[in-house]
């Protein structure tokens, strides 16, 4: 067994589920572009909301598709010819085009095959749907429903204007591969996204990631509020906290990242500085008046309570290290800790689990990378691939010999 030192190092810089919810007509793309589409999303650790439903049933919105683009950063509409005919298509996009008038929600069109003037002005296919509905709205007998359709159609008439007049990306004459690579770029791009990309040498850890990030993602009664990654210095724990960290604390409300908490409690002030960081990164606006650890962690304890948290704290060596930068008051519902150490029973040792209602704890046992992982990570760092030419190997082989 080989242990490396951690070497991966980055900045840790509303409430979402999903970065995109896809809003597509089934009949039109399903198996062709917008299949492709999701899995290059899906490639990029985009993470996507996609209806996989064949059949539309009822004229309303289902309230988990009316639920995913709420929490989603943005959305990708794939207009295509019949999209107008669905009354799914126009709800969904009069809800994200009100989702952007109202909060920060992106927005990226795909004309797919049709133009945007038709889709503005409502013409052809888009003029022939819009006819329909209309049609369909006076044979109504009931003159409340009758009502509501005229409302409908208002809201979908301005919502196909709005994402008509928007910055997207046409299909016509165009091969879909180089399309796709060009919207999967500039959605990472308009999401900040794009330090995922630059974490791809996962060597060694992939069972790990998905451990903790199903336990990011658990939002049941009964999920686990804290986790535990311990093993020996060197092991990666922080590589694996940082990285998953990266990947989710969009997530949350709030979230923050205390590196290296072990060797900077040894500073002067470092346990005060540590919690100023940590009021600073959630947010909490009284972070600069806290002159002292006692008064820091009642103000970390309010805040942790209001609000729902992704908090990594990172080399903690010692319980009372917890007791002062989480306090005793328990948790908002979702949030989540991520602790790593080198001693397993540490954590369960601090105030917050002496109380009538302790957390639910998860310990995650890190291992050494074998001799095989190790060279590849070793490659991937010096040589910039995961397999190194004959002569580099014979080089990297003596590192572990």
């Known amino acids: 067994m080989v242990v490396l030192t951690e070497i991966l190092e980055q900045s840790s810089s509303s409430t979402y589920d999903y970065d995109v919810f896809l809003s597509f007509r089934g009949e039109d793309t399903r198996h062709n572009f917008t299949d492709h589409l999701l899995k290059a999303l899906r490639e990029a650790t985009i993470d996507t909301f ?3 439903a064949e059949i539309q049933i009822g004229d309303f919105l289902k309230p988990e598709l009316e639920n995913a683009i709420k929490s989603s950063r943005a959305s990708i509409i794939v207009l295509s010819k019949n999209y107008a005919s669905s009354t799914w298509c126009l709800d969904e996009l009069a809800l994200i085009m009100e989702q952007r008038r109202t909060s920060k929600h992106i927005v990226f069109p795909i004309f797919y095959h049709v133009k945007p003037s038709d889709v503005r002005k409502q013409g052809n296919s888009f003029g022939d ?22 409302h409908k159609i208002e809201k ?6 709005e994402v008509a007049d928007m910055k997207g990306e046409e299909a016509n004459g165009r091969r879909e591969t180089i399309l796709i690579e060009g919207i999967v770029k500039e959605i990472s791009s308009r999401l900040d996204l794009y330090k995922r990309s630059e974490i ?13 990030t199903s336990f990011l993602k658990d939002r049941s009664q009964q ?20 990285y998953v960290f990266q990947l989710h604390h969009l997530d949350f409300e709030t979230s923050c990242f205390l590196e290296d908490i072990e060797r900077r409690c040894t500073q002067p002030n470092g346990l005060l500085d540590l919690q100023k ?23 970390i304890e309010k805040s942790l309570f209001r609000k729902r948290t992704l908090l990594v704290l990172d080399g903690i060596n010692n319980f009372e290290q917890l007791d002062v930068l ?11 800790i991520i602790i790593t150490s080198k001693n397993e029973s540490l954590t369960e040792k601090c105030r917050l689990f002496q109380t009538q209602d302790p957390p639910k704890h998860m310990k995650h046992w890190l291992q050494g990378l074998d001799d095989e992982e190790s060279l590849q990570l070793l490659s991937w760092h010096a040589f910039g691939c995961n397999e190194p030419n004959q002569g580099d190997k014979k080089q990297s082989t003596k590192f572990f010999a």
Do not use: C
């Open 50 to 52: 996609f209806d996989d």
């Open 156 to 161: 979908w008439k301005k919502a196909l204007t």
């Open 277 to 299: 960081q940590l009021l600073k990164d959630i947010q909490a606006r009284s972070w600069m008046d806290i002159d002292n650890v006692n008064v820091g962690t009642l103000k």
């Open 200 to 212: 791809p040498h996962l060597i060694g850890v992939e069972s790990s990631v998905r451990i903790i």
């Open 223 to 242: 999920s686990t509020e804290i986790v535990t990654i311990w093993g020996m210095a060197g092991i990666g724990k922080t590589y694996l906290a940082n």
């Open 326 to 336: 989480i306090g005793t008051k328990g948790l908002h519902p979702g949030s989540k």
């Open 129 to 150: 749907a819009m006819a329909e509905h209309k049609q369909r709205m006076e044979t109504e007998l009931n003159s409340e429903k009758r009502s509501e359709w005229a």
